[in-house]
């Protein structure tokens, strides 16, 4: 029995998108001043007013309005249009006691990466499928593309008459092996000036945007319906239009409601927060185990408790697609990833301030990132799981 699978992502001008990128800005900007500074801002955009709290403690005078306004430009906003305001204060003591002396450190553990403990408890999940060269859910991947294209299309100017506020869904229909059959619906809703010719906008997103972004993955067909903008007039976009906040676009940030997510936020939180961190390795551990060969679907959880090291918990569960059982996959992925929140920082180079990049189109499948980069585990992975595998046998 064929099933339909469905995902959206959204432009950088939407107001929600546009408070995760003010938010990692700001903290991209601290990060170039104080690389150990400890970072958790949200936003809020409503009418014309940008509102940036939260904590942060560094050495460095943060320029927050600065940040503000230049995420604003960025996401095509003019920054002279809004008021904003700023009310942070530094981490709390307790909380600073517990990232910097894990309990791992205070009970005279000295091995590597044992100092820092988590900035938080909860569990994070990592996730992919060979469905996607990115190694993601097909409709994900193409909301993405379209949002992204939508974006260039104003810019360049393409497409004439739009705005930077902006959506698309897309629902694939798959068959009874899981594979991708066809695209069944393209939604597009894209902000556009009063005078925009709205059959021209729709002609104009259908061959400009929607047909190129989904022609290297399935190609739209005559069975797939195209909505534009199905609500009609869409002059009213941005945070002049709905309040946006950081942290509402969770699925848009990860895999699309197509599998599981922790619950927390990763814009505006520095690494220390495993809520961000080891949701990035997560999904290296289960990218990784996917481009190995050990399986065509891998979902990883890792669970954190605040102020300790290690993790509480750890699993791996390729959803029956594994080459071998999941409890050797578990084993043996636990001892070749860091799974330590310092270690975590340093095998994917986490200080190193480029979060605002992340800040659209999703923080996952984006081949500069390290989290993305399997090629440093894989040998190691599969040698590993060869070897436990093969120990297996022989003591039976």
């Not at 801002?41 to 403690?57: F, K, L």
């Not at 460095?60 to 996401?75: D, F, G, N, Q």
């Not at 941005?238 to 814009?267: C, E, I, N, Q, W």
């Not at 986490?350 to 984006?366: E, F, I, K, M, S």
Request: hydrophobic share 40%; proline share 5%; charged share 25%.
């Amino acid at each position: 029995m064929s099933t339909v699978r469905t995902a959206e992502s959204v432009c950088a001008g939407h107001p929600d998108k546009l408070c995760d990128q003010i938010a990692d800005q700001i903290l991209d900007d601290i990060l170039w001043e104080d690389k150990a500074a400890r970072v958790a801002v949200e936003v809020m955009a409503a009418g014309e007013r940008i509102i940036v709290t939260g904590e942060i403690t560094t050495n460095h005078r943060p320029r927050i309005r600065e940040s503000v306004r230049t995420a604003l430009a960025k996401a095509g906003y003019s920054p002279l249009g809004f008021l904003i305001y700023v009310w942070t204060r530094r981490q709390s003591g307790d909380i600073n006691a517990g990232v910097s002396t894990s309990l791992e450190a205070r009970a005279g553990d000295s091995s590597a990466f044992a100092l820092q403990g988590a900035g938080d408890q909860g569990t994070v999940y990592g996730y992919a499928t060979v469905e996607t060269p990115e190694r993601l859910p097909l409709p994900l991947v193409l909301a993405h593309q379209i949002c992204k294209r939508l974006d260039t299309a104003r810019i360049d100017g393409t497409i004439t008459g739009i705005n930077p506020d902006g959506k698309a869904q897309v629902s694939v229909r798959y068959d009874d092996t899981g594979t991708p059959e066809t695209i069944d619906t393209v939604i597009v809703s894209v902000q556009h000036e009063a005078g925009k010719d709205l059959e021209a906008l729709t002609r104009e997103v259908e061959s400009l945007v929607v047909a190129p972004a989904c022609q290297r993955y399935l190609p739209v067909d005559g069975d797939t319906e195209v909505l534009v903008n199905p609500s009609g007039r869409f002059v009213e976009g941005g945070p002049r239009a709905d309040t946006g906040l950081t942290g509402r676009k969770l699925m848009v940030d990860t895999y699309g409601g197509l599998a599981p997510h922790g619950g927390g936020a990763f814009s505006g939180k520095d690494p220390s927060k495993v809520d961000r961190s080891a949701a990035y390795m997560a999904r290296l551990v289960a990218r990784t185990i996917v481009d190995a060969g050990l399986a065509a679907e891998c979902q990883v959880a890792i669970s954190y408790a605040i102020g300790k090291a290690d993790p509480v918990a750890f699993s791996v569960d390729t959803l029956g697609t594994g080459e071998y059982a999941d409890h050797i996959l578990t084993s043996v992925a636990r001892d070749v990833f860091p799974l330590r929140p310092a270690g975590i920082i340093d095998a994917l180079a986490l200080c190193t301030p480029r979060y605002r990049d992340l800040a659209v189109y999703g923080h996952l499948g984006q081949d500069w990132t390290r989290w993305e980069q399997t090629w440093r585990y894989e040998r190691d992975l599969r040698k590993a799981v060869e070897t436990h595998a093969h120990r297996a046998t022989a003591h039976r």
